[in-house]
């Protein structure tokens, strides 16, 4: 911990610590007291190693702090009260003890689904049910050597076999297992993946990094063909920050640490990288390396490949990095790119380093309501060609405007309840909005107080020739919180029947609209034709802008009662919402990768010869394929 | 995908209870009222509300546009606002003006005509059900068959009295001109397009700006004619692409979800214009339309012209009819809006659609006894039907046999059991007075009075006079070849090549399709099932025994099986003729115009001479498609350079396509390569 009472105590710490009760916003719940963060100048790497060991988020056993069969951490969750009330539990979120009265009638209405129907989940892992390792007994001999801590606990191995996706989830919740790693290593250094990786490669034991656990495509899965023992490497203890350059602003972070402890790290020092991804509390730097990760601010502070000035990475032909740290080399094609979005399976990330701002002085949020979608749209892409945008801007469909009005936690005023309604009645009565048109915008400016001030001017400007109407600030930190909770509330809705995935791509400006459009569709028209007896719900956002064009995110979820095998059917409709994309100029992934659920459009995605390039890096660095996850290729 | 398309019931007798005599309300209620009713239709969702001049300005404003006419500018060397002027201009001349008030006009006017016209009009109430929730779903395209003027008008007429958005109607140009009428289609939801637009490049983007904008907003259901024109022979035409590829293109592109193609079927017991129409085929001029002309016209209102049957077919998703026959990624890497020539890919895939959609408006057609009587009657020797009369016994007798194998072959026959047989053709006889009548038991073909009362007449005349008769009774004829033309031509095959193995068979049976693909509509790639169908067919009615290699005669068939090869028998007759035209010396390079008059003093002579027994070798439409076809096999060739459409023959081509056909050399493929599969 930093101290205030010492002399030094500088007013710019003083400040930092504001600007860090803001920021904490969105993410944490404000805690009494300023223990929980708190501003310190940089310190030179190793000052203080053991505190900062302490406050890290994930343990060796994940199994203390998480669920292990579904998203995030075991005191979070939603659930229906006794009174037929929505409440988020624990105490970690803005959103923690209070009750949303409006989402049970939103759950009942879009998906037909009922409280009194239940579908729960297997309470307790049965470790009897997880198949026993396949050791490679030499391998485990010369590692237990080295003194790397490993494990072969049947628990640990199944919180290692999955990442997020719907399947994944549904199968543990109903107690199921599949292939799983046979055992799992925690290196605590860069030196400690070249031992192992030279162990593996030795005794040809498949490997298969592990970071933050957050993967959406599969990644994680162990391919059920694989005869080999396989090791799961996990990175979580590799989480320091090693050291911070203040000259160049860099940092040189080791590459298992999570997204929300970097921050917090770096904030302390008064610094950030500004890269939130949607998953920053769980995923990590050497994760966002391997998928090409891409955060909310990207506007400002870019997506991981502008954010990365120098990468490790430990291979079976040995470890790659470049000789130095400059800004842009013309040295040939750039080794980074053979790196990012590798998935895993040319080798570990081990360190990064990674470019870092001074805190933003000031944040605020924003939201803009527009008629209909089409008006959103426009005003985003002229947002964008006026390269105004602010950190972050994202525009909801209606459809996900209701849902995050849903997520409107109990308000205690009437006060604040009659202000709601007046402004319900200004914009769907007074301005003609039609309520199941309009859609919402929600900003996020970061910055200097007086340029924030004056960019949200020229935004709203902007809004308002496209029809926008500024809709306040807290509609748009709900905009935020909803990206947060998203997991959390699929969850419940897989305890009532209803299950739901998200997906994303990016697409060039001029089909947006027309992709939105018919990918909506199609989820709706193949949910129809399988059987689904409800229509689902099928939502889009735009999150992302960009030059020349933008990505798009879509969440769909539907009732599945009747249909006897759902996960089956829900696969079936990803797949045609996928196709769907690819026929309309959408690309295979923005940023959620390719794993191995998107593999099979590989080829098209980047022709023949690219796959042989591909391959042909892969057969060089990896002959053995000791990297066996089988992602991409 | 062969049966995806049909209703399951189709076969048979068509159900009366599902249609509808809409006529049978107007006579018993207020014109007026009807035509002011409360008018409330559930338009399509995704549209935002458009008028028409926000539609005219967004055609004028889209990105296609400006780059059609900065082209155009570069190549003309004129500036870019006049060629904008001038497409503002064309948009002028072509755009429609819906409005609901001459809706109700057009409404109460055509009340008036239709029950002076028709003893009912049928429509069949499923498929305006199912019209009404496709609507609100998707952006519709009607597309109607054309017979008549009279079809004009009659789907807005009936979606209008059913509360269904009316439809904007592709029409020709030359009823824009007609003075007040025009104006009154125009707002009644007409635009207009002008005939041969060539290789005009500002005025092709124009249009298919507006057609693609109106498809794209979903600003009105479309109504198109996919034949291009009406037919004069009342036979399907061989679609135009052109319009199909306009209005299919949003769906390639993903700028609408889906598309609904409605197949519509209007069948007529009696047309209104046939006697101009068989004269039209015959040379003489057809009218210019005008007002005029349309007043004068009014003395056909006089006449009975029985019931018309307006069948609505199922509403077709484009999304599936078009899946795996179009990869749309194929648009990703240009701008959309870029002109652009349509991919080989994309034309095949229109064009399969454009005769399905016309093979699917054959078959939801329905044909009425005088069809079958009209058929048997073209089979009797032309004296019999001028001089001695055809039994009137006998014509029932095959009438009825002829109805079993219709029925048999699947065909919407519009004969009800209700009625005894014999009313039935009576009727049908009564209401065709202007072709035959009967007399003293036998039946005679009209001849036209007029002509021969000024002047005793020429040879040649009295020719064109049976002609007129016989082309008429041919287009009732033609209504019901759709039926019987694939074992048609399997029949036909037999009766040539004298062959049983179905290899040969097979060979033969694709000339044949080749030759008349423009006589008669076949779905491109679909040959080796349409000669299973073919056979099938003929093993029904006992005609042939099928086995893995050989199509052999059976005794029991030889009936069904001489009929149906004299059913081809005057089109073969009628191409053979204009083959030995070709063949002849001193013809080599000629024009349509030269082509037409000289290939009908051949076949006069010919006929006159006793060689020749059809007169449908006068038929401008039969001549035509003969050029058109022998073009396809490149027996004659386009001349480039030459600004009068002239042709040059290859006379050994024709003479051995002609000796082909007359079984005198087998055939090898002309064109196109056999089906992979046979």
């Known amino acids: 911990m930093a101290s205030n009472s010492s002399g030094g105590s500088s007013d710019r710490q003083r400040i930092a610590q504001q600007r860090l009760r803001i920021i904490a916003g969105h993410l944490q719940r404000p805690v009494d007291g300023d223990s929980a963060i708190l501003a310190a100048e940089c310190k030179a790497q190793g000052s203080k190693p053991d505190t900062s060991r302490e406050e890290k988020t994930v343990p060796r056993r994940r199994q203390e702090i998480m669920k292990w069969n579904g998203w995030g951490y075991s005191d979070s969750r939603f659930l229906f009260n006794k009174k037929g009330q929505a409440e988020f539990t624990g105490k970690r979120y803005r959103l923690s003890g209070m009750i949303i009265p409006g989402l049970k009638d939103w759950f009942e209405c879009t998906f037909g689904a009922s409280l009194q129907h239940k579908t729960p989940a297997t309470p307790l892992l049965n470790s009897s049910a997880v198949q026993p390792p396949t050791l490679n007994e030499a391998f485990v001999e010369e590692l237990k050597s080295t003194g790397i801590p490993f494990s072969q606990d049947a628990e640990d191995r199944v919180f290692r076999a999955h990442g997020h996706c719907l399947h994944e989830i549904f199968a543990l919740r109903e107690g199921k297992f599949g292939r799983v790693p046979d055992m799992v290593v925690w290196p605590n250094c860069h030196n400690d993946v070249v031992k192992i990786v030279e162990l593996a490669s030795k005794h040809n034991v498949c490997l298969i990094p592990y970071g933050g656990g957050t993967s959406v495509s599969s990644a994680l899965e ?60 769980f995923s990590s730097l050497g994760g966002w390396v391997a998928t090409r990760a891409s955060g909310m601010k990207k506007n400002i502070y870019g997506n991981i490949e502008d954010l990365v000035v120098h990468i490790k990475m430990v291979t079976p032909q040995g470890v790659i990095e470049k000789s130095c740290q400059g800004p842009r080399m013309s040295t040939g094609p750039d080794i980074h790119h053979f790196i990012m979005g590798s998935e895993g399976t040319l080798g570990v990330v081990t360190e990064v380093t990674m470019k870092i701002r001074p805190m933003p002085e000031y944040q605020k949020y924003g939201s803009v309501v527009f008629p209909n979608f089409e008006q959103g749209v426009a005003c985003l892409r002229e947002v964008a060609r006026q390269r105004c945008a602010p950190a972050s801007i994202r525009l909801m469909d209606n459809e996900q405007f209701k849902f995050g009005h849903a997520l409107k936690p109990q308000v205690s005023s009437i006060f604040t309840s009659f202000l709601d309604g007046l402004k319900k009645f200004y914009i769907t009565k007074f301005k003609g909005f039609d309520p199941n048109r309009l859609c919402v915008a929600t900003l996020l400016f970061e910055g200097d107080r007086e340029k924030v001030l004056q960019h949200e001017k020229q935004v709203y400007d902007i809004a308002a020739k496209f029809g926008g109407l500024a809709a306040g600030e807290d509609n748009g930190q709900r905009g935020y919180m909803l990206t947060f909770v998203i997991a959390y509330l699929r969850d419940l809705g897989m305890d009532y029947y209803v299950i739901g995935e998200s997906f994303e791509t990016s697409v060039p400006w001029d089909r947006v609209l027309d992709i939105c459009r018919n990918v909506k569709a199609r989820i709706v028209r193949e949910c129809k034709e399988r059987g689904v007896q409800f229509p689902p719900l099928s939502t889009c956002r735009v999150t992302q802008t960009y030059d020349a064009g933008a990505c798009v995110y879509f969440y769909f979820a539907f009732n599945y009662r009747g249909l006897s095998d759902p996960v089956h059917v829900y696969e079936q409709v990803e797949h045609a919402a996928r196709e769907e994309i690819l026929a309309n100029g959408g690309s295979l992934s923005h940023h959620h990768g390719v794993g191995k659920l998107r593999k099979e459009w590989m080829r098209e995605t980047v022709s023949n010869v690219g796959m042989g390039m591909l391959k042909s890096v892969k057969d060089y660095v990896d002959p053995n394929n000791i990297f066996g996850n089988r992602n991409l290729l | 995908m062969t049966n995806t398309y049909r209703d399951s019931g189709r076969a048979g007798l068509v159900d009366e209870r599902q249609f509808v005599d809409i006529l049978e309300e107007r006579r018993h209620s207020s014109d007026l009222g009807h035509a002011l009713r409360t008018f409330n239709p559930h338009p399509y969702q995704g549209a935002a509300p458009c008028s028409a001049a926000e539609l005219n300005k967004a055609v004028l404003e889209a990105q296609y546009l400006r780059y059609v006419t900065k082209e155009i500018a570069m190549e003309t060397g004129s500036s870019v606002e006049e060629v904008r002027k001038e497409a503002c201009g064309i948009l002028e001349e072509m755009s429609q003006n819906l409005q609901l008030g001459f809706i109700r006009l057009m409404g109460y006017t055509l009340t008036k005509v239709f029950k002076r016209l028709f003893t009912s009009i049928f429509v069949n109430m499923e498929g305006l059900n199912m019209l009404q929730q496709a609507i609100q779903e998707t952006p519709v395209i009607l597309m109607p068959n054309h017979r008549s003027y009279v079809d004009f008008l009659i789907i807005s007429y009936i979606l209008f009295t059913y509360d269904i958005p009316v439809p904007v109607i592709a029409a020709g140009i030359p009823l824009a001109g007609m003075k007040m009428v025009g104006e009154i289609l125009r707002r009644s939801g007409a635009f207009f397009i002008r005939r041969a637009i060539g290789s005009d490049k500002l005025y092709w983007a124009v249009l298919s700006e507006y057609v693609k904008a109106i498809v794209r907003k979903g600003y009105a259901p479309m109504e198109f004619y996919v034949e291009g024109l009406r037919s004069r022979t009342l036979k399907s035409l061989t679609p135009k692409l052109g319009m199909m590829h306009m209005v299919l293109e949003p769906y390639f592109k993903g700028e609408v979800f889906d598309i609904t193609l409605v197949p519509i079927s209007i069948s007529y017991d009696r047309v209104l214009e046939e006697s101009l129409l068989a004269h039209e085929l015959l040379g003489v001029p057809k009218p210019k339309e005008s007002t005029m002309g349309l007043l004068k016209a009014s003395k056909v209102l006089q006449e009975d012209y029985g019931t018309m049957h307006v069948n609505f077919g199922r509403p077709l998703s484009v999304r599936q009819l078009c899946h795996g026959k179009i990869n749309r990624c194929q648009y990703n890497l240009i701008p959309r809006d870029l002109p652009q020539k349509p991919t080989a890919e994309a034309q095949a895939c229109v064009s399969w659609l454009a005769h399905l959609m016309v093979r699917i408006q054959e078959e939801g057609s329905l044909i009425s006894p005088w069809s ?27 009438t009825l046999w002829l109805r079993k194998l219709a029925l048999d072959y699947g065909a919407r026959l519009n004969w009800s059991g209700q009625a005894p047989d014999s009313d039935v053709m009576s009727s049908a006889v009564a209401l065709h007075c202007s072709i035959v009548h009967r007399k003293a038991g036998r039946v005679y073909l009209v001849q036209e009075e007029e002509l021969a009362r000024k002047r005793p007449i020429s040879l040649e005349e009295g020719v064109t006079r049976t002609a007129a008769a016989v082309l008429m009774l041919a287009s009732y004829r033609n209504q019901l070849l759709h039926v019987f033309v694939r074992p048609a031509l399997l029949a036909t095959a037999i009766h040539i090549t004298k062959s049983t193995q179905r290899n040969e068979l097979f060979t033969f049976f694709c000339f044949l399709q080749d030759l008349f693909s423009y006589e008669f509509i076949f779905i491109p790639d679909k040959l080796s099932q349409d000669f299973e169908e073919a056979c099938l067919l003929l093993k029904k009615c006992g005609a042939v025994h099928i086995s893995q290699q050989e199509v052999t005669l059976s005794d029991m068939g030889l009936e069904a099986l001489s009929f149906l090869q004299a059913l081809l028998q005057p089109f073969i007759d009628s191409y053979q003729v204009m083959f030995r035209y070709l063949s002849e010396e001193g013809v080599n390079v000629f024009t349509e115009k030269q082509f037409l008059p000289a290939v009908r003093n051949l076949a006069t002579k010919l006929i006159l001479s006793g060689e020749l027994h059809t007169y449908e070798a006068l038929s401008s439409d039969t001549q035509k498609n003969v050029l058109s076809a022998l073009r396809r096999l490149e027996a004659v060739t386009k001349l480039r350079a030459s600004e009068q459409n002239e042709y040059k023959v290859n006379k050994a081509a024709v003479r051995r396509t002609g000796d082909i056909l007359s079984g005198k050399i087998p055939p090898q493929m002309l064109q196109t390569t056999p089906d992979a599969r046979l």
Do not use: F
């Not at chain 1, 050291?243 to 921050?263: M, P, R, S, Y």
């Not at chain 1, 904030?267 to 890269?275: D, R, V």
């Not at chain 2, 073209?378 to 055809?390: C, D, F, M, W």
């Open chain 1, 222 to 281: 162990c391919p059920p063909e694989e005869t080999r023992s396989i090791v799961s490497l996990d990175t979580s203890q590799m989480n320091r920050i090693l050291w911070v350059d203040e000259k160049n602003l860099t940092a040189h972070v080791e590459a298992g640490i999570v997204g929300q402890d970097l921050e917090r790290l770096l904030n302390e020092s008064g610094y950030c990288t500004g890269h939130e991804p949607d998953s920053m509390e």
């Open chain 2, 372 to 398: 079958l009587m009209a058929c048997l009657l073209l089979q009797a020797p032309i004296t019999v039907l001028t001089e001695e009369g055809l039994l009137w016994q006998q014509l029932t007798e095959k």
